[in-house]
């Protein structure tokens, strides 16, 4: 039984990758080991087809057989949001009735990246808004790294506070501290209904202070979910120093596997290693991994794991 | 019968708009007039699913039907190049499969925006090559302005050498007069087979310059597509004042026409007056046109049927 | 006896190149000429240490010794305006004190090429504002193409009511037409005090429509300035048919002279064909002429001299 | 006694923070600490006016005076290398002449924004060359995150070939660490005279992997420069262990100060807590902490000092 999205979202929400065979085929036994690798981890929610899963690689084709695969192998059990950013509104609404008809729970749209001024922003929500229609709950992107749109905490309240359906906020602009403050407290004003703001600032490089300014936890991806999963944990618990002690013991290798451009190779890397996925297959154009690199992951694993064991140890 | 593309075309490659109807549909009976509008004017191929031909607004479906139907009507009477442009290689090679089996001659391919060092850009292209595969000749796009990548002089003719299907280039680099002359000194000294150039610099606005450069015609739009042809006719016949002549009088509208962001709504806006397609329409997000631009057009057609009614008289 | 710059602002403010010699060295003599031939073709006024005019490549002596000269020799008989634009404000207001000083009318300044959001590009203005002090009249130059930063018409609007002082807005956005009636109709109703707007869009190659929507006249460069002037004075003589024949008459000359990159060494090669500087010099990095370039530029002044001389003929 | 930069360099060179009074005056008190507390710290050299030191903000006198000052403090000690990027050569040779007669030790340059192609870069750095003369060592600094310029290796390569007087690399590319590799390979290939390479990708957050890449130090800004310098110093010493383990223990803070946009706050911040600077001001525009960041720094400097204990009783 599929549920839709709405703003009680919460927890750690896992962008996961997608998994190709060493040949470079969509490899869809791996897709359902992964699934089962996030959800045993604690992720309360899947995101796919997001940049991370190499969504613009895809045939249209490939990219229906790997949402169904992942909603058949989640079988209800988390909500599970598609990207559907697109560069015009018709392939936009035909991707987005295609995985709401298969059972996803809402989907996520970034800005186009041309543009530029507050008013070209709030429009092209507005059109977003119409073309998604009023029974698909949407997560805003906020994410001027990828885009080059830069978003103004004003101009994020005017598209939360126009469109009914948009649930969410994926805040990953940078510096934003301050902005995910401002936004939150907007909502506990009743400037608007409370939107669920899950964080992805750096990929979770921001994760316990993001989660003190309010945010409902975290969608982003990292080779080791359970340090999100933790953290959020720790933190809802009302033990900060914990999730920080938790943050702290993963931040090396989470750094590492945050780096622009490899980040990828490295995050598909380790799941491999820990045998979530066969292959760590990334298509082209993309990056591959160095004799060095390796060795550097192998040294940031080993001193993470005695990092985690004396972390036990203590607690 | 379908011709390929190949190394010996010259003339007008009209950059095809892609009609719709007042209400946004694909608009299929005025894919019809506008083609047979173009041929009669004297295009000697087309080229659609561009930039301006609204490619990223099309759903895949609507993409396969407007290429049937152009297909269907030009009948093989002239090549057709088809915009395949695409985030990643799989889009990119089942896009391509498609068109060509339906009858298309050829694909035309931009960098992709990310690319910026020359390694990147021709190792992109090596990998264009290889997606595309043995049988399908293309043509490499040249054009900052849309994809923001310079590509030097070298490293246009390092892709040209290196890939024996890239038959032609559309040249759109500005200034671009002095890189025209480079690339066709290269062919004729023999450097590398000789490719076509079809020019399309500011959508035409330095057309008899480049003729004069050693371009072998115009790849580009414009709603008097017989200015193209009758430039090219001229020059080709060796009378080179009589196509500035030409292009003169259609400058003061081909320049308000080539106005960034509201060109194509000026484009569909004379083409209807022109009884080449049905509506005006622009898929969001997409400009519309004003009264006062109207009349700004409509002094501007005036004027040129004076110039033109002159031009007939003195020759 | 100076004039600071004020709202009653028209007609025709020349953006001035910077003479240097054959090797480089600031040429004050040409200087002196340059001034001469802008103010005996009609120019209402001058701005000197903009894009065009090469500031960035200027030492701080020479910046000072070239703005006392063309102040010199300008010697009050019209307003002139120097580009103040500058990474920080300790400089902008340092550079702003010295000019004033010196006796130049007011400065120009555009928006860091680092802003995004509506909210800083306001805020950043206010900086302006209080740097340049209750003093300084100043022009707001809005060139997207240069700064790569997009003001929308509310924003423009909201800049000119919150700085008293800021008089002129050089209008360079294209497409521009649509925001140029919307500002003008913005200051007629009086929603704010009637701003000066003087029309740059594309290097003059809209001036006529641009007068049709209420821009005062032009800030600019071209070789041929008398083109603006002549324009403008059609203009407002009501004669807007004769402004478009006088127009179209220069527009091919005026098409290559705008090219990008290149179009500064055309113009000073142009300059130094009509006798206004002694050598056409760009400092580097810049472009340089080839002989197929002088070769173009040579028919087209020719073709112009033709049609000016019918267009006189037919009046 | 100043010593010429050479390629010999290593250690770690501070990026200076350029101190300001709290109501934005150069605070010239606060450079000599300033100074005094990097030397403390083990210091081998300092880099002033360079971005996180504000040069843009400055006037031509206000950088003079703060270059003096910093020279006449430092008396030789270390070398001090001085940004020299411009946006034309005439300035750049300027500044240069000038903090090389005050006793700087050399230069560092950036390139140019508008730069693209492999080509335009490296004859862009040509022109430095000529521009610097032969007496003047420089750096190239290699940082497309501020630059937007992305310089492939061979590119390096052939800059470092062609300028005898580029003695040093400062590298922040990202991922760089291939990067890295590949250039110190060619050096000890003995491809090209073996540059000097300090390492500042990210701030410094890859310090451990650069050095164990062939970084002979760094050349970054972080308010425990102490850091750096041990890191440096285990490196050499051979324990690639402890190194990580001193450079985990700060890795928190320096995550928190390495924020775009704000993390000059941050620092300055810290600077005033350690008693190195008067005031954390940063001239407008820029950032400002609030009383969250505050708290958040106040959190992570009480754990890093927990952390920092720890790691010495373990010692």
Redesign the interface.
Known sequence: MTHKLDRNAKGVYLIAVTPFTDTGALDLASTDRMVDFYLERGATGLTILGIMG?A???????SRSFVKQVLARVAGRVPVVVGAS??????M??LTASVMDMGASGVMVAP?PTL?????II??FD?VGETLGPDVPWVLQDHPVSTGV???T??VLRILANAANCVMLKHED??G??KL?ALRAASERGDLPRPSILAGNGGG??LP?EL??GADGAMTGFAYPEMMVDVCAAHAGGDV?RA?DL??AY??LA??EQ?????LAVRKHLMVQRGAIASAMV???G?AL?A??RA?IE?LVR?QERRLHALDASS
Chains 1, 2, 3, 4 share one sequence.
Do not use: N, W
């Open positions: 190499e613009t690689k895809l045939t249209a084709q490939e697109a560069a015009g509104f018709a392939p609404r035909e186009a530029r001024t507050d008013d070209q429009a092209y059109m830069q978003m103004s004003g101009v940078c510096p501290l301050a403050s490089l921001f202070e003190g300014r120093e920080h943050f702290d931040l090396p750094r590492y780096q622009a451009g490899i980040g298509r082209k154009p990056p160095s060095a690199d550097d040294r001193r």
